[in-house]
C-alpha cells in the first residue's frame, strides 16, 4: 500500500493541527495504522495507532488527550487530529501500515509501509 501524509505546517504553541494519510494501492481497510515522528536529532517514536476497524485505538503517554486518530475506511484515509501542541511536539510525521496483529503495533519495526512524513513545526 503506497502512503503519502500530509497537512504540517507552523503553529504556535496552543494550537491545532490536522494531519492526513491518504493510503492507495491495495485494500486499506486490510490494515492497522499508525503515526510516528521524528525529531531533529533523535530516534523516530510511535504516537498513536488504530485498529483496521477502527474499533481500538492507543496513544504514546506524551499525546494522550491531546491528540486524536482516526480513519476513514470508506475514503482510505486516517486522520490525527491535534490539540494543545507544544513545542516538543515538533517533528517530521510519518504515517505507516501494519499487517494486522493481536495487539495494536507500537514500534517501527512492526510495520511494513510508510509515508513520506510531514513536517509540523510548534513555536513557543
Known amino acids: 500500500v503506497q502512503l503519502q501524509a500530509s497537512g504540517g505546517g507552523l503553529v504556535q504553541a496552543g494550537g491545532s493541527l490536522r494531519l492526513s494519510c491518504a493510503a492507495a494501492?491495495?485494500?486499506?481497510?486490510?490494515?492497522?495504522m499508525g503515526w510516528f515522528r521524528q525529531a531533529p536529532g533523535k530516534e523516530r517514536e510511535f504516537v498513536a495507532t488504530?485498529?483496521?476497524?477502527?474499533?481500538?485505538?492507543y496513544y504514546d503517554d506524551s499525546v494522550k488527550g491531546r491528540f486524536t486518530i482516526s480513519r476513514d475506511n470508506a475514503k482510505n484515509t486516517m486522520s490525527l487530529q491535534m490539540n494543545s501542541l507544544k513545542p516538543e511536539d515538533t517533528a517530521v510525521y510519518y504515517c505507516?501500515?501494519?499487517?494486522?496483529?493481536?495487539?495494536?503495533?507500537?514500534?517501527?519495526?512492526?510495520?511494513?509501509?510508510w509515508g513520506q512524513g510531514t513536517l509540523v513545526t510548534v513555536s513557543s
Open positions: 505507516a501500515a501494519s499487517e494486522p496483529g493481536f495487539k495494536l503495533r507500537t514500534t517501527g519495526a512492526g510495520y511494513n509501509y
Open positions: 488504530i485498529r483496521w476497524s477502527g474499533s481500538s485505538t
Open positions: 494501492g491495495r485494500t486499506f481497510s486490510n490494515y492497522d
